[in-house]
């Protein structure tokens, strides 16, 4: 934190509950259910919501498939550095594995094609246990659009 008692320099999360089975369903989930994941968190945004305690940029979500907790390092910082009444120094969590297992029901309760769901944990697993030498993709379908990522 260096010398100034007052800023955030680095947050890192350590999490030893949430289970690598839970990662990989709840990043699929969160693909396959993206509508309904950004209906209930609101679109990706650097910018802070001052109405709210939380907001929902690209590194909430990483940290919440990563470690079950919606939290992002840049938010937090400025939250302090502006002075905002719900910035933490030191954000604690007093029962970590409840808020995993809130996290966990979140991702449970979005709108999937369970069978993209099947599939796309099929590729996943795969790609987990094959040698790195194969490039491998995922397409997820959407209205009118279908999307390709890179695994």
Request: glycine residues 4%.
């Given at each position: 934190m260096g010398n100034n008692p007052n800023k955030v320099s680095?947050?890192?999360l350590f999490v030893p509950y949430k289970r690598?089975?839970?990662?990989?369903?709840?990043?699929?989930k969160s693909v396959s259910g993206a509508v309904s994941y950004f209906n209930e968190r609101g679109e990706y945004s650097a910018k802070i919501v001052k109405k709210?305690?939380?907001?929902?940029?690209?590194?909430?979500h990483a940290n919440a498939i990563i470690?079950?907790?919606f939290v992002s390092n840049l938010a937090e910082k400025y939250k302090v550095e502006k002075k905002l009444s719900?910035?933490?120094?030191?954000?604690?969590y007093n029962d970590t594995k409840k808020v995993i297992e809130e996290s966990r029901k979140f991702f449970q309760s979005l709108i999937?094609?369970?069978?993209?769901v099947k599939r796309?944990?099929?590729l996943v697993n795969?790609?987990?246990?094959?040698?790195?030498?194969?490039?491998?993709?995922?397409?997820v379908s959407r209205i009118n659009k279908s999307y390709r990522y890179k695994l």
């Open positions: 680095y947050l890192h690598w089975e839970w990662t990989i369903e709840d990043l699929v709210k305690e939380d907001s929902n940029n690209c590194e909430h470690f079950g907790v719900y910035g933490k120094k030191i954000k604690k999937v094609n369970e069978e993209e796309m944990t099929d795969k790609y987990i246990n094959s040698e790195p030498q194969n490039e491998m993709y995922v397409e």
